[in-house]
């Protein structure tokens, strides 16, 4: 079993469109983060959630809206998104303990119509 | 200056060769290291962590790090064909955030 699950993995919606990204981990982790991989640039942090509390919010437009029910599961709802907004989103997972690597999920692809 | 930096590549090895990646950071607070491989359409998948000055080694990886020079690297054994992938170098100074080098594309030709 996948330790990071996500899901869709591809997702092509128009500008006007609301839809939300899963993830959910089964390492019994208690931090999880969502991250964007564009093309030829480096990953991105956008936010971090830490014991289910938002920890960090690197100036994401308000048009991404994260959720974290609980430890295993964090949502990225999405909504008006741009042509440039279209990229890889990674969720990932760790230990809150702060040396302690990030495990990713396999991503879902957006594109933007 | 960028935090992370990386070499873009690709760095082309013959099979069965060393290949050596490298990657320089600038805050010189950081604590942890971190190297993840990423095969194309696919997600980072973690290879090494170090947190000390010195190497670290598992099977054919060995990580050095040297946070004077704010220096690490990744050396890779008897190079495979299936070692060809992008590397992407991880720094982490302080909080939660992972802050990522562009990558390395690294191609072994047989």
């Known amino acids: 079993e996948t330790g990071v699950t996500q899901t869709p993995r591809h997702l092509v919606m128009g500008m006007t469109n609301k839809k939300s990204l899963k993830c959910e981990q089964h390492?019994?982790?208690?931090?999880m983060y969502w991250y964007k991989q564009s093309a030829k640039k480096p990953l991105e942090l956008m936010f971090v959630?830490?014991?289910?509390?938002?920890?960090e919010n690197n100036s994401v437009p308000s048009r991404f809206s994260p959720e974290c029910p609980n430890s295993s599961h964090l949502f990225l709802h999405l909504h008006t998104l741009q042509p440039e907004d279209s990229a890889l989103y990674l969720c990932a997972s760790s230990q809150e303990m702060r040396n302690q690597p990030q495990h990713f999920g396999d991503g879902t692809r957006l594109s933007i119509l | 200056q960028k935090e992370v930096e990386q070499n873009s590549g690709p760095l082309s090895v013959p099979e069965g060769a060393i290949a050596s990646l490298n990657c320089t950071y600038s805050d010189r607070g950081s604590q942890s290291f971190f190297w993840y491989r990423q095969y194309s359409g696919k997600s980072p998948e973690l290879i090494m962590s170090?947190?000390?000055?010195g190497d670290k080694e598992d099977g054919r990886f060995t990580a050095q790090l040297n946070k004077a020079s704010q220096y690490v690297s990744l050396l890779i054994r008897d190079s495979q064909p299936s070692d060809s992938a992008t590397y992407l170098c991880?720094?982490?100074?302080?909080?939660?955030?992972?802050?990522f080098g562009k990558g390395t594309s690294l191609l072994v030709t047989p």
């Open positions: 170090i947190y000390s000055n």
């Open positions: 991880a720094v982490r100074k302080s909080g939660y955030a992972l802050n």
């Open positions: 959630y830490s014991l289910e509390e938002r920890v």
């Open positions: 390492l019994g982790h208690n931090a």
